[in-house]
């Protein structure tokens, strides 16, 4: 045993990939489309007569007062802290020019009647383009007119624009279109797919070169070098149910989720040629939109009003529980044991500690921390854990509460 302590504590490497956490930051509300940031403190979501603003990168989420609060609302972008668009079904287009503390309906047509629109994006203040059911809307007044381009697609999800002339949109049937006139125009680009015909919900740019598109339920890859004139098949999330939206922090790392059952989300940090589960999504819940500042940073959105939130690139979820103090510091067996790949850690905190929970191989190799030496409240926490990535075997996990010190072992068979 002395042996074993000696290596767990000269042992500093880890496996990069795991050693990461979600947490939970449940919204109040009961389905939600879409999230934005605009840094790591400030963002906006939107769903079903609902907008909520942050400042505390999702801490606490305020309730913003609108005018369509009976539509569902689809797409939110935020151009800078204090100008926002909105859009939503039944001809929806809402907007702020102080950060969400007074909304503006630029449109709020009568429920059940008229297009609806799905995702806006906005180069600046003034000029921006709003995508939906077979037309796309342009603006270069900030909203106060509109002109309208046919597109022949059943339905167009989400767009994008790297500059005042060059946008893509993606549809309905795996339908991608460019522009390189700011909208005048729309080019169909061809995708070699066999065939199949899987809509593109949502696609992920970087660098205004790179892109990534999933086809929702087919969960094939594609990937485009040169802004969406061609793309390229890379490769299927493997295990997914039905991936309806995609996130990439770089052309490496990314993320993509959805489904109704079973696993909810991917990551990927090798350019979408392999995925890695994400451990189990709240229950009921699907993911319609995820968005990432950085490689670590990031949120998730979707069905039951969930927030997911994470700060070190994700693989565990967390869930607070603190109903009652308890009377001591206590690490429980992780259950169950042995597990293949998903088991739960609770342990019990008397006062307020610095907290560090890692996993650590037989050999004393640090290969997650679960809880990376955070200030943690009085109370009871539990965790869930995913082995996916790791091999069978007998595994330790150990607990630092102030002086408190604690060592377990769990067996992950596969």
Excluded at 41 to 60: L, P
Excluded at 176 to 201: E, Q, R, V
Excluded at 346 to 365: C, E, F, M, T
């Amino acid at each position: 045993m002395k042996k074993i302590i000696i290596i767990l504590i000269i042992s500093i490497y880890s496996i990069i990939s795991a050693n990461a956490q979600w947490i939970v930051q449940n919204s109040g509300t009961s389905a939600l489309n879409d999230i934005h940031f605009i840094n790591q403190y400030t963002g906006w979501a939107c769903g079903e007569g609902v907008i909520m603003k942050t400042t505390n990168t999702g801490t606490n989420w305020i309730f913003q007062n609108h005018p369509s609060t009976d539509k569902n609302l689809t797409g939110i972008q935020p151009v800078n802290s204090n100008i926002v668009y909105c859009v939503g079904w039944f001809q929806t287009i809402l907007k702020t020019t102080n950060g969400g503390i007074n909304w503006i309906a630029i449109r709020n047509g009568t429920v059940g009647y008229g297009a609806s629109y799905e995702e806006a994006f906005f180069i600046n203040k003034d000029t921006g383009w709003i995508s939906g059911n077979a037309h796309i809307l342009k603006t270069t007044n900030g909203g106060i007119s509109f002109d309208s381009t046919h597109v022949p697609c059943g339905f167009l999800y989400e767009i994008y624009f790297k500059d005042a002339l060059t946008g893509l949109v993606c549809g309905a049937g795996a339908s991608i279109y460019k522009t390189t006139n700011g909208g005048i125009n729309w080019n169909y680009i061809s995708i070699s797919n066999g065939g199949a015909m899987p809509d593109f919900l949502k696609f992920s740019i970087i660098n205004n070169q790179y892109g990534f598109v999933i086809g929702a339920g087919q969960n094939k890859l594609f990937k485009t070098t040169d802004f969406g004139s061609t793309w390229d098949s890379v490769a299927t999330v493997i295990g997914a149910d039905v991936i309806l939206c995609t996130c990439f922090s770089d052309i490496n790392t990314g993320w993509a989720g959805g489904a109704y059952t079973g696993i909810k989300l991917w990551k990927t940090t090798n350019g979408g040629y392999n995925w890695i589960a994400q451990s189990s999504y709240p229950t009921g819940a699907f993911i319609g939109s995820i968005t990432f500042i950085n490689n670590n940073t990031g949120w998730t959105v979707g069905g039951g009003g969930y927030i997911v939130y994470t700060t070190n690139g994700g693989t565990t979820f967390i869930n607070n529980t603190q109903n009652e103090i308890p009377n001591e510091f206590n690490l429980c067996q992780n259950f169950p044991n042995p597990f293949n790949p998903l088991t739960k850690i609770n342990y019990q905190l008397p006062k307020d500690s610095k907290v560090s929970l890692v996993v650590y191989d037989i050999l004393g190799r640090e290969m997650n921390k679960l809880v990376n030496n955070e200030f943690k409240k009085a109370g009871s926490y539990t965790l869930e854990f995913n082995g996916q990535p790791f091999a069978s075997g007998v595994y330790f996990y150990r607990i630092i509460a102030n002086d408190y010190v604690k060592v377990k072992k769990m067996v992950l068979i596969k």
